[in-house]
């Protein structure tokens, strides 16, 4: 009832495909797509050409019945062959690469996040969009943002990072149709029935306490201030100096930068494998109307987790998840996070 469509949309060829892999994290901005493809389909994609995936089933009521997974545009291609085949190796990322990767040189006063995240957006046609979008600009104003022959980019990371609305940060991802989100994170479950339930959905369960990154004292500066935060989890003499580089900002927003950094590189993490990508064909038939809701797992979903095993029942965050396919198999590792982390 449902299939996977690679599709190069520079050219609107649909294109045969043998496997193909796609990542999409809170913490990298692009998604990324690893797609093998025939050698016979060698002449029918190039770099930097734009590549869909997308999602059909007559079970879901927009996009034609054909649900958008991501866009990318391609970055490399690389032949190759063994004893049984010849193929092709197709990398891409999201738009928003050419925005990470350009490096010039600009000034900007006096705007909110959002203003001046869309106006570099705006240089390079790419969406920029906060969700929720019924809730206006609830980003804060920037006095002063500026760039010198360098990419923007990590300085706007920075920058969101730092603001806050309603007690959370914000934070800029990539969105299936190549746009950009400017979002926080989700504050309740979805309604449309996703879990992840061990002796249900589950295959594999991995729990990971990652402290590689982590460091006992947080220094953030700028605007000739500093503030300093302490982890007591991380009992070691390691020390993160960050430099906001902002001539103009105030002690509050150090200290909501410092504790939102000490937060993150804590890394306790729960990654399951589950099959398919999202919600079953009863599921989707079940919410009837489909536009407006989501049926694929994807970062930034609030969802129940029931692992006795682990100890675990609560609702965690999708931090990043990694779809999957081949002729046979349709599958996704799900990375799962306590909510706090993006706070």
């Known amino acids: 009832m449902s299939r996977i469509i690679v599709k190069n949309a520079s050219r609107s060829a649909e294109l045969l495909w043998r496997s193909v892999r796609i990542k999409k994290s809170l913490d990298d901005i692009c998604h990324t797509l690893e797609l093998e493809i025939p050698a016979s389909e060698r002449t029918r994609v190039n770099k930097h050409e734009k590549i869909e995936v997308r ?33 092709l190796r197709v990398m891409g990322r999201s738009p928003a690469r050419d925005i990470i990767d350009s490096t010039w040189s600009g000034l900007l006063i006096n705007m909110t996040l959002y203003g001046i995240t869309k106006n570099i957006c705006d240089k390079f046609g790419i969406d920029c969009v906060i969700i929720p979008t ?12 500026e760039w010198q022959n360098e990419s923007p980019w990590t300085k706007l990371l920075t920058e969101a990072d730092g603001q806050k609305a309603n007690g959370q940060s914000f934070m800029l991802t990539s969105n299936e149709a190549g746009g950009l989100y400017i979002w926080q994170a989700a504050g309740s ?23 590689a990154e982590q460091f006992h004292e947080y220094i953030i500066t700028g605007g000739g201030k500093d503030f300093s935060v302490i982890d007591p989890t991380c009992n070691n003499n390691r020390v993160l100096t960050m430099d906001l580089t902002n001539p103009v900002v105030d002690q509050e927003k150090l200290k909501r930068r410092a504790q939102t950094e000490m937060r993150r590189r ?26 407006g809701k989501e049926i694929f797992r994807v970062p930034n979903l609030l969802i129940p987790i029931s692992m006795p095993s682990l100890g675990l029942q609560a609702n965690l965050l999708i931090a990043e998840v990694e779809q999957e396919a081949d002729t046979e198999t349709v599958s996704s590792a799900i990375t799962l996070v306590n909510r706090e982390a993006y706070l």
Do not use: C, P
């Open 266 to 291: 804590r890394e306790t993490r729960t990654t399951v494998t589950v099959s398919g990508w999202g919600l079953t064909d009863t599921q989707i038939k079940n919410l009837g109307e489909t536009i």
């Open 55 to 87: 999602y059909e089933n007559d079970l879901v009521k927009d996009s034609g019945g054909k649900r958008l997974v991501t866009t990318v545009m391609v970055d490399e291609i690389t032949a190759g062959a063994d004893v049984s085949k010849h193929s």
């Open 134 to 145: 019924n809730a206006g600009d609830i980003t804060e104003k920037v006095n002063t943002f």
């Open 189 to 211: 479950a979805r309604q449309e029935g996703f879990h992840l339930t061990e002796g249900r959905n589950v295959k594999t369960v991995e729990w990971k306490a990652n402290g």
